[in-house]
């Protein structure tokens, strides 16, 4: 792999070929205990990146910490609040043996009493959340689309509407939120830990699959789109797992997602039939819409702790972690403020700018071999980099893969960009 710091690494979706059953056991089907422990491992390895959490800071007014507003200053602080109060808790636990039971129950309660009350402030009126921007004139608002978003970690319902009205305005179209409620910091990656190795779905979880499933069975939907962030990818992997096991295919079909930072340890998307199996197996070219999902992509920030903690930690995992990955060099985890102001920047009147430093990069593929099959799925018209290469769903044989391609020519949630279409 290239040390050129210019370049984007891509890892190139895996083809889901069969599990060596010598092997051991792909993570999330393992002990869920050991998980945990290998979990809080990776935590303690990867801890020097939690300071690239928040960093660089906020320019502007849909970012997460962007000081000028009243509502963000009150998030933050309350935040701060429950990071201080909930590592002191967990830090008294040992000490609880030397008090009676009874006093150790009140504590525990007034703990969480204290926790439920500052939450409730930061998590109140979550149900039925959409985007509010004015995406303009309704007249081609792609009705035959469904947008969902599910959250991450830490955020309420205040920014949980920016992240919907920056995402709407981002792809002008109307977004739906399922808010996964925070519960501070501390306490929702001890959840993040239990969701992601006991497969432990919340009802927050049990909210999107319900939604998500009535907007698939819909006829008039074309397409369902999911973006996930952060802890949303956990959730969003243990709906796609229900949605595997109960829908047909042909209906998953429908579905595209997307996620950023993702915190997931795996992402399904099996064959729809043996003989588009059969080919990947023996390397062949085949439709890349036979699998179950129609596309997964991931971004990820390479020096940020939950993308290092989640996607960048799995990707490789063989069979278990589908969609290309999109690895950027820098920090930050926040969705508007670290994600999509650094790869879908929008000029002043909230137009997407065609050229931004992130989709403008070189590729850097992890593998030849999986570089000539990622080559093989785009055609290039009008030459690469130049914005006219066009992805489609068919793996063409090419002789060779062209050396510079950009990130745009591969992003298909690139080509969603400003209320755009990406051709099927």
Same mark, same amino acid.
């Given at each position: ?42 935590? $303690?390895?990867?801890? =020097?990146?939690? +300071? ?22 009150? &998030? ?8 201080? %109060? ?8 040992? +000490? ?30 979550? *149900? ?23 959250? #991450?970690?830490?955020?309420?319902? @205040?920014?949980? !509407? ?14 739906? #939120?399922?808010?996964?409620?925070? %519960? #501070? ?20 979880? *049990? ?7 009535? &907007? ?16 949303? #990818?956990? !959730? ?34 099996? @064959? ?22 129609? @596309? ?8 940020? +702790?939950?993308?290092? =903690?989640? $996607? ?7 069979? /278990?972690?589908?969609?290309? $990955? ?6 930050? @985890? ?55 290469? *066009? ?8 002789? /060779? ?18 209320? !755009?279409?990406?051709?099927?």
């Amino acid at each position: 792999m290239s040390l050129d710091l210019d370049l984007i690494r891509l890892i190139p979706s895996q083809r889901g070929l069969p599990s060596n059953p010598l092997e051991t056991p792909i993570p999330y089907t393992g002990s869920p205990f050991l998980l945990c422990y290998l979990d809080i491992l990776r935590f $303690v390895q990867e801890s =020097w990146s939690i +300071f690239g959490i928040l960093t660089p800071e906020a320019s502007t007014n849909f970012d997460e910490l962007y000081l000028r507003s009243a509502k963000n200053i009150l &998030c933050i602080m309350l935040h701060a609040f429950l990071f201080i %109060w909930q590592t002191a808790f967990l830090l008294s636990l040992p +000490f609880l043996v030397l008090v009676p039971v009874w006093m150790g129950m009140a504590y525990v309660a007034g703990v969480v009493g204290v926790v439920a009350a500052v939450c409730w402030v930061l998590n109140r009126r979550d *149900r039925g959340m959409e985007s509010k921007a004015d995406l303009g004139p309704k007249e081609g608002r792609h009705g035959d689309e469904c947008w969902i978003y599910m959250n #991450g970690v830490s955020v309420g319902t @205040h920014w949980l !509407q920016a992240n919907l009205d920056r995402l709407a305005l981002t792809f002008r179209r109307p977004v739906l #939120g399922v808010h996964n409620r925070t %519960w #501070g910091i501390v306490f929702d990656l001890v959840q993040c830990i239990i969701e992601r190795n006991f497969c432990y779905a919340t009802t927050d979880v *049990r909210n999107a699959y319900s939604l998500i499933k009535t &907007c698939l069975l819909k006829d008039e939907n074309k397409k369902v789109i999911l973006i996930l962030h952060s802890q949303g #990818g956990i !959730q969003g992997g243990l709906v796609l797992d229900w949605l595997l096991s109960e829908l047909p295919h042909d209906v998953i079909n429908k579905l595209e997602i997307y996620t950023f930072g993702c915190a997931a340890n795996h992402f399904n998307n099996p @064959h729809r039939t043996e003989r588009s199996l059969d080919a990947a197996t023996d390397h062949k070219a085949s439709t890349r819409n036979e699998k179950a999902v129609r @596309h997964i992509e991931h971004y990820a920030n390479d020096s940020e +702790f939950v993308a290092r =903690w989640g $996607v960048l930690s799995f990707a490789n995992t063989q069979n /278990r972690y589908m969609g290309r $990955v999109f690895v950027r060099s820098g920090t930050g @985890h926040l969705l508007n403020q670290h994600y999509l102001n650094n790869m879908f920047l929008l000029d002043a009147n909230n137009k997407v700018l065609e050229n931004n430093d992130f989709m403008d990069r070189y590729v850097d593929f992890e593998g030849e071999d999986m570089a000539r099959e990622d080559a093989a799925q785009t055609f290039i018209n009008g030459g690469v980099g130049t914005g006219g290469a *066009r992805l489609v769903d068919i793996q063409s044989p090419v002789d /060779r893969v062209p050396d510079r391609m950009r990130v745009r020519d591969f992003s298909r949630l690139w080509q969603y960009r400003d209320g !755009q279409v990406p051709e099927d």
